[in-house]
């Protein structure tokens, strides 16, 4: 048995709010989107090697991206790279790599974390995480890790819990979808909400004794195909088994039903690098709060973010709160907060042809 975590990297999404940056064939996770030398999903792993060795990791991904996974992360064997058919959420994705982990390890404790978050004042991070842990422990719980709020933000979804009702695991009482900015601010006011990390903690007979209770039916698909786990047989069972599951988040599907759910309160810098104006806020900007990747030329213009790969020379005058985006194939110029749209952007861009998306 392992003292060590099994670290979970959820990498499957296609990052279209990054477009046209992000594309189909290489999503957001698999670009260095901060300028670090490292992609996302290199950071997120690089992050949780002081917590794991390689062989504790696994990484759970569309198909398409296998063999992207492979190339950033050559530690990892062919086994520790999850094969998801189609996309279908977090809850069945979660629940393969639950499974499959505890068919390796009864025992086992999971970290599952999304690929493609900014995580600065990383000691504060891992003191989170070891109380998380601790917390698993108990047969179970579910537990989760929030952020401490520093503003009324609309792009995350929120956990109330119940104010002292634990040390450092307290019961969670609702979990809310994104709100408007007049709730965002009533949240940040009752001072009992803090924002959805999307990063998990339990162990995984906790998890599976959760799903058994209040996602029966994903349950018995995975108690069935258990047997395959590690044979030749296992992609196809997978292929198998998500004709069957329905599109829902681990969110919806077990947090918001299970009474056991905990949540560890997180006070570092943290970010889910959701679109182009979350990026705009945690990179370098110039003395107009712009930030300039590439070749560029501003005049007046402020709180912009001028991107552009192709070397060639950007003018730009009189923009404010815009994002001038120059990849590969595609201009993209619109306000910075229009990530609204970009599904309408990217659908739209892919009736003109697929190489556009």
């Given at each position: 048995m392992?003292?060590?975590?099994?670290?979970?990297?959820?990498?499957g999404?296609?990052?279209?709010?990054?477009?046209p940056?992000?594309?189909?064939?290489?999503?957001?996770?698999f670009?260095d989107?901060?300028?670090?030398?490292r992609?996302?999903?290199?950071?997120?792993?690089?992050?949780?090697r002081?917590?794991?060795?390689?062989?504790q990791?696994?990484?759970?991904?569309?198909?398409?991206?296998?063999?992207?996974?492979k190339?950033?992360?050559?530690?990892?064997?062919?086994?520790?790279?999850?094969s998801?058919?189609?996309?279908?959420?977090?809850?069945?994705?979660?629940?393969?790599?639950?499974?499959?982990?505890?068919?390796?390890?009864?025992?086992?404790?999971?970290?599952?974390?999304?690929?493609?978050?900014?995580i600065?004042?990383?000691?504060k991070?891992?003191?989170?995480i070891?109380?998380a842990?601790a917390?698993a422990?108990?047969?179970?719980r579910?537990?989760?890790?929030?952020?401490k709020p520093?503003?009324?933000?609309?792009?995350?979804?929120?956990?109330?819990?119940v104010?002292?009702s634990?040390?450092?695991?307290?019961?969670?009482?609702t979990?809310?979808?994104?709100p408007?900015?007049?709730l965002?601010?009533?949240?940040?006011d009752?001072?009992?909400?803090?924002?959805?990390?999307?990063?998990?903690?339990?162990?995984?007979a906790?998890?599976?004794?959760?799903?058994?209770?209040?996602m029966?039916?994903?349950a018995?698909?995975?108690?069935?195909?258990?047997?395959?786990?590690?044979?030749?047989?296992e992609a196809?069972?997978i292929?198998?088994?998500?004709?069957?599951?329905?599109?829902?988040?681990?969110d919806?599907?077990?947090?918001e039903?299970?009474?056991?759910?905990?949540?560890?309160?997180?006070?570092?810098?943290?970010?889910?690098?959701?679109?182009?104006?979350?990026?705009?806020?945690?990179?370098?900007?110039?003395e107009?709060?712009?930030?300039?990747?590439?070749?560029?030329m501003?005049?007046?213009?402020?709180?912009?973010?001028?991107?552009?790969?192709?070397?060639?020379?950007i003018?730009?005058e009189?923009?404010?709160?815009?994002?001038?985006?120059?990849?590969?194939?595609?201009l993209?110029?619109?306000?910075l907060?229009?990530?609204k749209?970009f599904r309408q952007?990217v659908s739209?861009?892919?009736?003109?042809g697929?190489?556009?998306?």
């Amino acid at each position: 048995m392992h003292n060590k975590p099994y670290i979970v990297i959820m990498a499957g999404g296609i990052g279209s709010r990054f477009w046209p940056y992000s594309r189909r064939k290489r999503p957001k996770q698999f670009l260095d989107i901060l300028g670090t030398g490292r992609t996302l999903l290199q950071m997120t792993y690089d992050r949780f090697r002081q917590l794991a060795s390689p062989e504790q990791f696994f990484v759970i991904t569309y198909r398409k991206y296998v063999d992207l996974v492979k190339e950033q992360l050559p530690e990892l064997r062919d086994y520790q790279i999850l094969s998801e058919p189609n996309r279908k959420n977090t809850a069945p994705c979660i629940a393969y790599a639950g499974y499959k982990i505890h068919s390796i390890d009864p025992n086992a404790t999971m970290i599952i974390t999304p690929s493609d978050h900014l995580i600065q004042q990383e000691n504060k991070f891992f003191k989170s995480i070891k109380k998380a842990l601790a917390a698993a422990n108990e047969p179970g719980r579910l537990v989760t890790l929030g952020i401490k709020p520093n503003r009324p933000e609309t792009g995350y979804g929120y956990i109330q819990y119940v104010e002292g009702s634990g040390k450092d695991a307290l019961k969670v009482k609702t979990f809310t979808e994104k709100p408007n900015i007049k709730l965002a601010k009533a949240f940040i006011d009752s001072g009992d909400f803090v924002w959805n990390s999307g990063i998990f903690i339990w162990k995984c007979a906790s998890l599976i004794q959760a799903m058994e209770k209040h996602m029966p039916d994903l349950a018995e698909v995975f108690q069935e195909g258990e047997e395959h786990f590690g044979s030749e047989r296992e992609a196809d069972f997978i292929t198998k088994a998500y004709l069957q599951f329905k599109n829902i988040s681990v969110d919806y599907g077990l947090m918001e039903k299970s009474s056991d759910v905990y949540v560890i309160l997180g006070d570092f810098l943290w970010s889910d690098l959701g679109s182009w104006q979350s990026l705009h806020e945690v990179r370098e900007q110039d003395e107009d709060e712009n930030v300039i990747e590439g070749n560029v030329m501003l005049y007046g213009t402020k709180k912009s973010y001028i991107k552009s790969d192709s070397g060639k020379l950007i003018v730009v005058e009189g923009l404010e709160n815009y994002l001038v985006s120059d990849t590969d194939n595609v201009l993209l110029i619109c306000p910075l907060d229009g990530e609204k749209r970009f599904r309408q952007f990217v659908s739209n861009a892919r009736k003109k042809g697929e190489d556009y998306v």
